[in-house]
């Protein structure tokens, strides 16, 4: 049978075809060129001890016949690999992409692979991806804990295997480990003093899952500020909402309640934006009869109509800072200093939906 196909495939079918061709090794290269394999592996490393002709050459024909490391057979022999493993709970979130970016920018300049995987929030895959680093044989391991994780021995497992780990955003408290924060505290604090200062009288905080740092330390701002104003807080002022569609399903309620809210400060903008559209879908006017800040300055906080005032999260930075201390500690730089540990100051973004 002979299989015709258009034109355009033929750039698709020589792609196919070199793909599968099988990659020359240093055996093939010293036997093409009439040298030993340990004088062509010294040639691929600029060792000054091969004359520069014979690196020239060496280098040329590696070129020409697209010779690619085995970085198996390098892990093998080394004691580690350059392989750094970052797990995102979710990569469609702004800040998570942003920790990513930052991630990556520094990986590029300091010589390192990044192996990227998505928790997608649930404490299972977290588990699977751990173990797929494991076997991928990953020097250390940049992660932030998926919402339902409260189990921890999946992370102990890799300290047992020296790989070093340092947490972003949602840390892990049960093992002692190196993490990089952003001051939620003091974000939280302020986005608050702002609303109450601004006139607001009853604000509603919309919270994550309670065990988690970020959710605690959210509250916790939220909570102070309120007591030093001497603000009146109830059990029904806080409640678990951390996604838009949880927003949009129960504040339309609370907003036609007699003792409605005022106010309302949210854990992220997702949920920000979705307490912006109950409110219009009941009718009540932002900023003018009720005022909503979020938590991050992604996308969403500008998309918005009007924008979201928000707390700016600083995502690349916190990236940036965890990829520094992992490599700290892989390079030997960061001395006997066991908890290189990092707080990533916020800023309020006064915009549209607050006074």
């Not at 992409?97 to 590029?108: D, F, H, K, T, Y």
């Not at 504040?251 to 005022?262: Q, S, Y």
């Not at 949210?266 to 979705?274: F, Q, V």
């Not at 916190?318 to 800023?347: D, P």
């Amino acid at each position: 049978m002979v299989l015709l196909f258009p034109l355009y495939y033929l750039p698709l079918i020589e792609t196919l075809r070199t793909m599968n061709k099988p990659q020359i090794t240093i055996k093939d290269i010293a036997k093409a060129l009439n040298v030993s394999p340990s004088t062509v592996s010294r040639a691929l490393k600029d060792n000054p001890d091969i004359s520069q002709d014979t690196r020239d050459a060496i280098n040329k024909y590696a070129r020409e016949h697209n010779y690619k490391p085995n970085a198996l057979a390098l892990n093998l022999r080394t004691s580690r690999s350059n392989t750094i493993g970052v797990i995102i709970p979710q990569l469609v979130h702004h800040f998570f992409s942003c920790v990513l970016s930052g991630i990556e920018m520094q990986a590029a300049k300091a010589g390192y692979n990044i192996l990227v995987a998505q928790s997608n929030e649930e404490y299972e895959q977290e588990v699977k991806i751990v173990h797929s680093f494991l076997a991928a044989r990953v020097c250390g391991v940049i992660t932030s804990l998926a919402k339902d994780t409260s189990q921890y021995d999946h992370y102990q497992e890799l300290l047992n295997n020296n790989i070093p780990i340092v947490f972003y955003d949602r840390i892990c408290t049960g093992i002692n480990t190196e993490r990089v924060v952003v001051d939620d505290y003091a974000g939280s604090f302020a986005a608050v003093e702002y609303m109450i200062q601004t006139g607001c009288k009853r604000i509603l905080f919309y919270s994550g899952p309670p065990h988690l740092e970020i959710s605690k330390n959210r509250r916790n701002g939220y909570l102070d500020a309120m007591r030093k104003y001497k603000v009146p807080v109830d059990d029904n002022m806080i409640k678990l909402c951390d996604t838009r569609e949880q927003a949009i399903a129960i504040t339309p309620d609370l907003l036609e309640k007699k003792n409605r809210p005022d106010g309302f400060f949210a854990i992220n903008d997702e949920t920000a934006s979705g307490i912006l559209y109950a409110c219009k879908l009941v009718g009540l006017k932002v900023p003018d009869e009720v005022s909503i800040c979020g938590f991050t300055d992604g996308a969403i906080a500008q998309s918005t109509d009007p924008k979201l005032t928000t707390v700016e999260q600083h995502g690349q930075e916190v990236g940036e800072s965890a990829f520094e201390i992992l490599i700290g500690r892989l390079e030997g730089t960061s001395g006997e200093q066991k908890n290189n540990n990092r707080i990533v100051k916020t800023n309020l973004v006064v915009r549209g939906t607050t006074k």
